[in-house]
Each structure stands twice: as C-alpha cells, then as structure tokens.
C-alpha cells in the first residue's frame, strides 16, 4: 500500500467526522453501555462512549463505514478517553489496553474492508489520543495556583499504555489531538517516541491543537504561532486545529501556522459554533462553502470534521476537496 507521504503531496486526504455526535443519535440508555458484561458494574457508566466498542462494537462498525462511504481516507478510533486518566472517571482504568486494542481493531477491519474494494484509494486508521480531563500546566484551583493535578510523568506512563495498544490493534497513524495544554501534547509525543524507540519502527503522527475562543489562544495560553514552534522539534506528519471553533473561526489560526510550518497542516473544525443547547447548526453546505477557502488558499493537506459533523458533512467537504490541489510542503533550508 503506498504509505500517507507520499499521498499527501498528490491530494487532499480527508479525515472523518465526530464519532460523538454519531453514537448520540443511537440515543444508548445505561443497559446498553453495560451490556451483558458490565450490567453489575458499580459505577455509572452511561456517556462512556469508548466503552461502546465493547459494548456496542456493531454500531462503532457502522459509523466507520459511513464515514468511509462518505469518501473520508483517515478514520479515528473511537479511543478519544482512552487513558486510565480519563477512565478513573467510570472505574475503568484496567481495561485501558483492551479498549484501544478493540477500538483500533474494529476501525482497522473497516479500514482494510474499503482498501481492498478499491486499492487505489487505501483507507488508513487514525489512533485517537486526547487531551485527558486533567491539565499539567495550570491549577485546577484558582486559591492555589502552584497545585498541578497531574504530572508528566504520569501523563507519559497513560499516554505509553494508550499508544502500545491502539499500535497492537492495527492503527496506521497516531492523532494526538484536541490540544488544549501544550504540556500535555510533549507527555504524549514523548510516549510515542519512546514506543517508537522500543519497538524500533516509524508511525506518522498528526498533532492537533484547539483554540478555544476568540483570542486565538490554546486555554493554556499559547497563540497558534506558539503552539507550532512547542511541539515542531518532534518529527510529525501534521500540524493542525480541530474542535472548539467552527470552520469559519479556524482560517487565521491555519494562515499561521501553514505560512510556518514544513509540516502537512490538518484541520477538523465543528459543524459552526454551539447553540444555546450545545447542538451543531451548520448544514453539509455551509461547512464545505467554508472548508472551500482552506483549499482556495492552499492552506490545507488533511481537512475533516469535528464535534457536530456527520457523513453528509464529510461527503460535501469530499466533493469540495477533490478538484483541488493540496497545499505546498514547506521545505526546510
């Protein structure tokens, strides 16, 4: 199969859309995110949506597939909590390894199901790793702002076992994204060059970042340009924002960091901003009109959708993308 490289010069590789805002629409109650094997399971674990490729793996199955037929080249596991951070939430943290194994498996059998219908379009898996619900670089208490809730050190030992398993379950890629705490990011860039080190192989690696309101910061601050220059000392295939804003919002911040960056530049903005009920009104339509200026302007390599965004949001950023060239790497000197 000819690897993400060298496709990322000649076309517009197109991530999928918010695996989230698919599960929702399945409207799962308690009784199906236990399922058989977790019915007695003592905490609540309804909202654990990593859980549902145990659970529920048929309708994590479907939702890869929709987004492929909808033309998306990149799909990302459903491991978006997949560290035993995030799963202490729900008394989770041992099966840390068996959900990104199962996550990276069922997306990696859809993957490969695709590839060989059509070889000339290979299909690749995503390893989903995001931000964990704690900071490292800034107080959770506003009376005490010299606490930290968690180290690096213990973000690196989480993000390693993450990162071993969505390997061992057949993920192409690794997707650190929704960065909302640079310090975070270097705990788990650092995990995947360790695993890399260990295991001796190369894995592309995506990095995206969010900026989380109109100042055009990360919420620990950093500007896009800030951002880029932090994380750019590690060898990565991209560089890139996703969630938080919408597409429109998101063009300065990819000017930036595409005028700046010898790395390909990714975005997988939401379907528009939030309503006052926290739902996604932007239409197919209005969001490829959007991502319509990325590639007019020659900003992006790899462009999908975040939070709000289905297969019909993916299908029209697809059929918007692929008349156009992909945006020059920058070389360095």
């Known amino acids: 199969m000819e690897n993400i490289e060298d496709i990322l010069k000649k076309r517009i590789l197109v991530l999928d859309g918010a695996m989230g805002t698919m ?15 977790f019915k007695d399971w003592p905490s609540d674990l309804q909202g654990n949506n990593d859980l549902l490729s145990l659970t529920q793996p048929e309708a994590v199955k479907k939702i890869h597939r929709k987004f492929l037929e909808a033309g998306a080249d990149i799909i990302e596991t459903n491991t978006f909590s997949g560290t035993t951070i995030a799963m202490a939430d729900y008394d989770m943290e041992e099966l840390v390894y068996e959900l990104n194994y199962e ?3 069922i997306a990696k059998q859809v993957a490969e199901e695709f590839t060989k219908k059509n070889p000339s379009k290979p299909r690749f898996v995503a390893g ?10 800034m107080s959770p208490d506003v009376n005490d702002p010299g606490f930290r809730a968690i180290s690096f050190d213990e973000l690196r030992i989480a993000y390693k076992q993450q990162i071993e398993a969505l390997l061992d379950g057949g993920a192409d890629i690794l997707l650190v994204e929704t960065i909302f705490d640079t310090l975070n990011a270097k705990a788990a860039l650092f995990a995947i060059e360790e695993v890399k080190d260990e295991r001796n192989i190369e894995v592309p690696v995506m990095v995206s970042g969010t900026i ?3 100042s055009g910061r990360t919420l620990s601050g950093q500007t896009a340009e800030a951002f880029l220059i932090s994380i750019s000392h590690i060898p990565i295939l991209s560089v890139g924002f996703n969630c938080a804003l919408g597409a429109k919002q998101l063009v300065p911040h990819l000017e930036v960091v595409s005028a700046k960056s010898e790395f390909a530049i990714s975005a997988h903005p939401n379907a528009g901003l939030p309503n006052a ?7 197919p339509a209005q969001m490829a009109a959007q991502i319509k200026e990325y590639v007019e302007k020659g900003l992006v390599n ?29 070389t360095t000197a």
């Open 128 to 137: 989903s790793i995001g931000p964990t619900n704690k900071t490292a670089s």
């Open 212 to 214: 989380t309101d109109a």
């Open 302 to 330: 790899i462009v999908g959708g975040c939070c709000g965004t289905t297969p019909d949001h993916i299908k029209a950023i697809a059929d918007v993308v692929k008349d156009y060239q992909p945006r020059k790497l920058l």
């Open 103 to 105: 996550s990276a498996k």
């Open 23 to 37: 599960l929702q629409r399945y409207k799962f109650q308690e009784a199906h995110f236990r399922g058989e094997r």
């Open 277 to 283: 009920f926290g739902e996604y009104d932007e239409t």
